[in-house]
């Protein structure tokens, strides 16, 4: 199985700073398969960033991400109120899927 | 517009079984594998199952094999997760996901406690 482990657990930052998420695999996967998502209190995960570095349909470019096999970041170039939230990355190219812990982005 | 409604959720004794069901409209569902989330409360995302588009193949994580199925029905454009011998630690919101991630439905909550 791999692991994805991801930092900081916790991410304090104001309205307009940068953010700079890490997830880290326990073995080389393939950029094609890694996602972010973003998820809210009460909603369901939303994709972001697909294969790695691909914004989804409707995401704004203030999210960008980057990475190959093992380290893998996504940044948001300056927060607006609506994006904290708590992020997750997840790979899909080997079963069992996994998803990382989590980094929660507060104020 | 893309939805993913899922349906059958509630309380349950440990030992028990619940069928949930995910009913897709806005996309050609037949076309698409399917996928089983599952997120215990205040906890963090799990993937659960998933099913290739033509059902021939299905995997589950390890927690869940030989007690949760997955299926499909193109006709009615379904995703099904029978849930067997359920234990506490099942316990989570389950949501219905297109593909890995693309789309999700809200999730409809399995509470397992006597």
């Known amino acids: 199985e791999i692991v994805l482990t991801q930092s900081p657990g916790t991410l304090s930052l104001s309205p307009g700073q940068r953010a700079t998420l890490s997830c880290r695999a326990s073995q080389t996967i393939s950029s094609t398969f890694l996602a972010w998502y973003q998820q809210k209190p009460g909603q369901a995960p939303r994709l972001l960033i697909d294969?790695?570095?691909l914004r989804a349909t409707g995401i704004p470019d203030r999210f960008s991400g980057g990475g190959s096999g093992t380290d893998f970041t996504l940044s948001i170039s300056r927060l607006e109120p609506e994006d904290f939230a708590v992020y997750y990355c997840?790979?899909?190219?080997?079963?069992?899927?996994?998803f990382g812990q989590g980094t929660m982005v507060e104020v | 517009e893309m939805q993913l409604v899922e349906s059958g959720g509630g309380l349950v004794q440990p030992g028990g079984s619940l069928r949930l069901s995910c009913t897709a409209s806005g996309f050609p569902f037949s076309n698409y594998l399917m996928s089983w989330v599952r997120q215990a409360p205040g906890k963090g995302l799990e993937w659960v199952a998933y099913i290739n588009a033509d059902g021939s193949t299905k995997s589950y994580v390890d927690s869940v094999k030989g007690r949760f199925t997955i299926s499909r029905d193109d006709a009615k454009n379904s995703v099904f997760l029978q849930m067997d011998s359920l234990r506490g630690d099942d316990t989570a919101v389950y949501f219905c996901?297109?593909?890995?991630?693309?789309?999700w439905g809200q999730g409809t909550l399995v509470a397992v406690s006597s």
């Open positions: 996901v297109r593909q890995a991630g693309v789309h």
């Open positions: 294969s790695a570095s």
């Open positions: 997840q790979q899909y190219g080997s079963s069992p899927w996994t």
